[in-house]
């Protein structure tokens, strides 16, 4: 099982990204596949999550109308559209995958290495 995340960078404020996650090595859609982040000194929090199988999708109250997650089925991506980033949004983020609908860290099973985010003000 393997999730490789891109796409961070650095951005002022306002500005946009977008997160790629490509996995392979299981079945793309049994697994629900989440977004996290981890700021220096934070602990590590849900951003969002999709289940690949039926496309609910779920967001953490900071981020609702700002980002957004989609996945590409054929190409085993998931995506995480970030527009409007403020500089509390800097952090390293991580996609992972879980068998549980769950937008807690605690829940997944696999994990990317991530990609870091740097929003300045």
């Known amino acids: 099982v393997q999730l490789v995340e891109s796409g961070g960078g650095k951005v002022q404020a306002g500005g946009s990204l977008r997160l790629s996650c490509v996995a392979s090595?299981?079945?793309?859609?049994?697994?629900?596949i989440g977004w996290f982040r981890q700021a220096p000194g934070k602990e590590r929090e849900g951003v969002s999550c999709i289940a690949r199988s039926n496309g609910r999708t779920n967001y953490t109250e900071s981020v609702k109308g700002r980002f957004t997650i989609s996945s590409d089925n054929a190409k085993n991506t998931v995506y995480l559209q970030m527009n409007n980033l403020k500089p509390e949004d800097t952090a390293v983020y991580y996609c992972?995958?879980?068998?549980?609908?769950?937008?807690?860290?605690?829940?997944?099973?696999?994990w990317g290495r991530g990609t870091r985010v740097s929003v300045s003000s």
């Open positions: 090595g299981f079945v793309f859609d049994d697994y629900v």
């Open positions: 992972a995958a879980s068998f549980f609908w769950s937008i807690l860290p605690q829940h997944y099973d696999y």
